[in-house]
């Protein structure tokens, strides 16, 4: 059998890529709440038409929240992969997980409220 081209392996890449992106907005309730918000600012953005650097940090803001909470889902799915049944180190790596997502999601409400209050008021 032939060796695919660097080429035909891109494509295929961006194609599970696309999968895992569309699997995960599609089965988890915290990135749908996510992109809703993300869609929400988004919309705002235009509304009060914020300036390019404004744009740049909101989104890079949308990508660490949504590519953050992506990895805690992930996390999540291989630790109850490897142990089932509730284990305190499995909850440890767990609750790490979600700190994480809490962080960037702190961080990334600041960035908001620092574009959006002063356009607002």
Same mark, same amino acid.
């Given at each position: *059998?032939? &060796?695919? !081209?660097?080429?035909?392996?891109?494509? &295929? !890449?961006? =194609?599970? %890529?696309?999968? /895992? %992106? #569309?699997? #995960?907005?599609?089965?988890?309730?915290? $990135?749908?709440?996510?992109?809703?918000? %993300?869609?929400?600012?988004?919309?705002? =953005?235009?509304?009060?038409? @914020?300036?390019?650097?404004?744009?740049?940090?909101?989104?890079?803001? $949308? %990508?660490?929240?949504? /590519?953050?909470?992506? *990895?805690?889902?992930?996390?999540? &799915? $291989?630790?109850?992969?490897?142990?089932?049944?509730?284990?305190?180190?499995? =909850?440890?790596? +767990?609750?790490? !997980?979600? /700190?994480?997502?809490?962080?960037?999601? $702190?961080?990334?409400?600041?960035? /908001?409220?620092?574009?959006?209050?002063? +356009? @607002?008021?």
């Amino acid at each position: *059998m032939p &060796k695919e !081209s660097f080429f035909v392996n891109r494509i &295929k !890449s961006v =194609g599970y %890529a696309l999968r /895992g %992106a #569309l699997l #995960l907005i599609r089965t988890e309730a915290s $990135i749908k709440i996510q992109v809703f918000i %993300a869609l929400v600012v988004t919309a705002a =953005g235009f509304y009060y038409e @914020i300036s390019a650097t404004e744009w740049i940090l909101q989104i890079f803001a $949308i %990508a660490l929240v949504i /590519g953050i909470e992506a *990895m805690n889902t992930v996390a999540e &799915k $291989i630790a109850d992969y490897i142990q089932p049944e509730f284990d305190k180190k499995i =909850g440890f790596i +767990k609750d790490i !997980s979600a /700190g994480a997502v809490m962080l960037v999601s $702190i961080a990334a409400a600041i960035i /908001g409220f620092i574009i959006y209050i002063p +356009k @607002i008021f």
